[in-house]
């Protein structure tokens, strides 16, 4: 559009000045002592159109050349982005196909001239990581911290997953606790964490975490529940040593996950080794009320060890009669009657 203007404001400054030279008879006189120039309008007009034009051509060239050399930088520094992002696309390809050492090359050359520096250091460090090289790891991953707050929930995340890959739990529990203490908290970063977690034995955080994440979907209900059951079983243990912390410890639990077998199997030993056998027959009598299970019927028989002969008289009378309500209903039940055998 703006070449179709030019050339019709061509042709008609040209069809004017032939009109002016066929109706004007005017003329330019110069003066200058002792010098007389005298021209026709028309020349002039055309002399000084011409002069104009030439003029303009030479300021542009002479522009032109005053920035040829921030032209050529500029041109040079798009050759360089582009054969940096090339190389950032050749390293992504050469990591998913498993060639991690062209991988770190290629993240290399993106890395000194790319516009993504710190993706690049990453990518690097995962490809060294690949290799057993966790010493060039270690310094690709500085570098990406070197980036800058923009990049820092990304390194976190890659030195957590690098480290869990490690099974180094502390390391990846700290990187984790201080991305979700800087920013919003992620499902994706929050199953890692449950993870490291678990790994580091925090069973308190484990069944937070489980919860968590359960209520919210974002694991398999069968999971969520075996991490928290697993959870309450280590917390049981940790507190088995002290009666009062081990009380404690079982009223703070759920009523529906008291009733789970495991967890009521596990509370029934440690009140058992602590001497408090009515408390144990209370969590089994409990549990097998909402889940007939051998192994909790079979625990039911075992009474604590320190306990003097009349209460052990007394606890085994208490539990055969109830063993006896519960074979009216299921009198061919094995592991109950082999309950009453043992108890009796």
């Not at 290799?131 to 800058?148: E, K, N, S, Y």
């Not at 917390?235 to 077998?261: K, M, N, T, Y």
């Not at 495991?262 to 549990?287: C, N, S």
Request: glycine letters at 6%; a positive charge; aromatic letters at 8%.
């Amino acid at each position: 559009m703006k070449s179709l203007f030019w050339l019709l404001a061509v042709f008609a400054a040209a069809v004017a000045l032939v009109i002016l030279g066929r109706i004007d008879a005017g003329y330019v006189l110069f003066i200058y002592p002792p010098y007389r120039v005298e021209l026709s309008m028309l020349f002039f007009a055309i002399a000084l159109v011409t002069a104009f034009l030439v003029l303009y051509a030479l300021l542009r060239l002479l522009g032109h050349a005053l920035s040829l050399p921030g032209y050529v930088r500029g041109y040079r520094k798009r050759r360089r982005r582009e054969r940096a992002l090339a190389a950032l696309a050749s390293a992504l390809q050469a990591f998913y196909e498993g060639r991690y050492t062209r991988a770190e090359k290629e993240a290399a050359i993106a890395f000194e001239n790319g516009p993504t520096p710190a993706l690049a250091a990453l990518l690097a460090a995962r490809a060294a990581h690949q290799m057993r090289d966790f010493q060039r790891r270690d310094l690709w991953l500085d570098r990406a911290d070197a980036a800058g707050e923009r990049m820092r929930a990304a390194c976190l995340v890659s030195r957590a997953e690098l480290a869990l890959e490690d099974r180094d739990f502390a390391a990846a529990r700290d990187a984790l606790r201080n991305l979700h203490g800087a920013g919003p908290k992620q499902i994706a970063t929050t199953r890692m964490l449950l993870r490291a977690e678990r790994g580091a034995g925090a069973w308190d955080e484990v069944l937070r975490l489980a919860t968590q994440l359960g209520k919210r979907d974002a694991i398999a209900p069968a999971l969520a529940e075996e991490y928290k059951v697993q959870a309450t079983i280590e917390l049981l243990a940790r507190s088995a040593s002290d009666e009062g912390a081990f009380e404690r410890r079982w009223r703070g639990i759920d009523s529906r996950d008291q009733l789970h077998p495991r967890v009521a199997a596990a509370a029934a030993r440690h009140a058992t080794d602590l001497g408090k056998a009515a408390m144990a027959r209370e969590i089994i009598e409990r549990a097998l009320s909402a889940e007939w299970t051998p192994q909790l019927v079979s625990l039911y028989a075992e009474l604590p060890s320190g306990m003097n002969e009349a209460e052990r008289i007394s606890e085994a009378r208490l539990r055969i009669e109830r063993g006896e309500r519960w074979l009216l209903e299921r009198n061919r039940d094995a592991q109950l009657l082999a309950m009453l055998g043992r108890t009796g």
